[in-house]
């Protein structure tokens, strides 16, 4: 089993833990608020008010756990096989992106023990001998999924620390440095974050885990192709977030903050197809500040001047036809301001 | 996030009443998004760890006075529902989920609402007077198949 696999190994049986408790947390919520009727209906407020506030704990609990799951999700979806021999930048700053994840889940975890510790109390407290039980048991559902989340972890930072010493694996001897579990965010996720690569800038399309589509990878290819020197990543987009996420960070030099760009394919070769594209990668982008958006017409033979006549006034510039991604005369690239 | 499937209604609403009632007909969460507008989500029905969803605004799609030629089924359409899914990007996965939202929508809401992937497909329509049609593979939302969805072009 290789390192990567005992990490996403070890992820899930977390995870399959972290369900587990979640599951038991809300059989006792569920027992906790018959224990309140009950004790309502025999005037026992005391052992009512007892009650409500376990629910309290427990939901508090709940919310932690279900954030938890989330981010060993997240986790394990930035462990993705790699498509493609990936350098040790690529690899290590995958990795960073693995450990910050299920960093958080721990903190999560950590969270909702807390919550379970303060339920227990009430619950022995209020001689609520099977509510104590059912809280138990989440406890150490809990404390399974907390052990394998400390083991995934732990293995992912030595995976991350053995990736930044491979030190050469690039084209032509890479001997840059990588990142490290302390680097900043737009190194660690260089699609996602904004700010200058500096010593980690190297040309091409950089997507070892596959996360572009096809059709945006041809995109990305045809980009890379002619502006050799930009640097092309694609955005990671977290399951457990319903985001606006375009799809890639582009940038042209080690000093470039790089531009979000979104990418699209067209479908129809209509003129209101151009300006619905048009539209559509535009609101992806502006959601983020501003960005690029490129719409490839190949595939549906759309001319530069199909392009033109469905992009509106306010959008065209002088470098949004003739930019330096602008190459041939059936793909486009169109911005909506700069 | 560059894949995305719409419906189009047509409520008589805001698009923040109509998002709370598709939030409470579908089941959904009401998500306030950085950029100000507002949307529902709720988890994929064919993977939970997943969420369907999107936001409801005006209708910036299509044209309220297109030139000959360059109509399209949804020019009368006030609102949209843009829908995507979180994660990684599965274009199956996003069509089986809007259409179940589109099922849900015409059988509860009985709003006005067309089923279609802009500047690519149109997938279905609903309005009271005409039901529902299902259309065939293919069919463009634009001028080109307009024999088809002109019933349904201005609820």
Same mark, same amino acid.
């Given at each position: 089993?290789?390192? =990567? ?9 977390? +995870? $399959? ?9 809300? !059989?006792?919520?569920?027992? #906790? ?81 807390? %919550?379970? %510790? ?13 509510? #104590? ?10 404390? =399974?999924? $907390?052990? #394998? ?56 399309? +950089? ?27 694609? $955005? ?5 977030? *319903? ?17 979000? =760009? ?25 959601? *983020? ?8 017409? !190949? ?30 005369? $059936? ?8 | ?10 409520? /008589? ?13 579908? /089941? ?24 369907? /969803? ?83 593979? /293919? ?17």
């Amino acid at each position: 089993m290789s390192g =990567t696999d005992g990490i996403r190994s070890d992820a899930e049986a977390a +995870h $399959r833990s972290l369900e587990d408790a979640a599951e038991r947390v809300g !059989r006792a919520v569920a027992e #906790a608020a018959e224990l309140e009727l009950s004790a309502a209906a025999h005037g026992w407020t005391g052992v009512a008010q007892a009650m409500s506030s376990e629910q309290e704990a427990l939901a508090a609990a709940a919310g932690s756990l279900g954030e938890a799951q989330a981010a060993v999700t997240a986790g394990i979806s930035a462990l993705t096989p790699v498509g493609e021999e990936p350098s040790s930048d690529e690899v290590a700053a995958r990795l960073a992106g693995v450990v910050a994840r299920l960093d958080a889940a721990l903190d999560a975890a950590g969270r909702a023990a807390e %919550g379970l %510790g303060t339920a227990l109390e009430l619950a022995a407290e209020s001689d609520a001998e099977s509510l #104590a039980w059912l809280v138990d048991d989440a406890a150490d559902s809990l404390g =399974t999924a $907390r052990e #394998a989340l400390e083991t995934a972890a732990t293995a992912a930072a030595a995976e991350q620390s053995a990736a930044g010493a491979w030190g050469t694996t690039g084209v032509g001897g890479d001997t840059r440095p990588s990142p490290s579990t302390t680097a900043p965010a737009h190194i660690a996720q260089p699609g996602n974050v904004r700010g200058p690569l500096g010593e980690h800038f190297r040309p091409g399309v +950089h997507d070892p885990e596959g996360h572009f589509t096809e059709k945006e990878r041809a995109i990305a290819d045809w980009l890379s192709a002619r502006e050799p020197g930009a640097s092309i990543h694609p $955005r990671i987009r977290d399951p457990a977030k *319903h985001e606006k996420s375009p799809d890639a960070m582009i940038r042209s030099n080690p000093d470039d903050l790089g531009v979000i =760009t979104e990418f699209k394919t067209m479908d129809r070769p209509t003129i209101g197809a151009v300006k619905d594209n048009l539209k559509l990668g535009t609101r992806q982008v502006v959601a *983020h500040g501003n960005g690029h958006v490129v719409v490839d017409g !190949r595939t549906v033979g759309v001319t530069q001047t199909d392009a033109r006549l469905g992009m509106p006034a306010s959008s065209v510039s002088d470098d949004t036809m003739a930019g330096p991604y602008l190459g041939g005369s $059936r793909s486009f690239w169109a911005t909506d301001r700069h | 996030m560059s894949e995305q499937e719409h419906i189009f209604l047509r409520s /008589g609403l805001p698009p923040e009443e109509t998002a709370r009632k598709l939030a409470e007909a579908l /089941g959904a969460s009401i998500i306030r998004h950085d950029d100000g507008e507002i949307g529902i989500h709720r988890p994929a029905a064919a993977d939970p760890l997943r969420s369907i /969803g999107g936001v409801v605004i005006e209708n910036e799609y299509g044209d309220d006075d297109p030139v000959a030629g360059e109509e399209s089924v949804y020019d009368g359409y006030d609102l949209v529902l843009e829908l995507w899914l979180s994660g990684r990007t599965d274009e199956e996965l996003l069509h089986a989920e809007s259409r179940r939202f589109f099922d849900e929508i015409v059988a509860q809401l009985h709003w006005p609402a067309v089923h279609a992937k802009v500047g690519a497909a149109l997938y279905s329509a609903w309005s009271s007077s005409r039901g529902r049609t299902d259309f065939p593979p /293919g069919t463009s939302p634009y001028a080109e198949t307009r024999a088809l969805w002109e019933p349904y072009a201005h609820p």
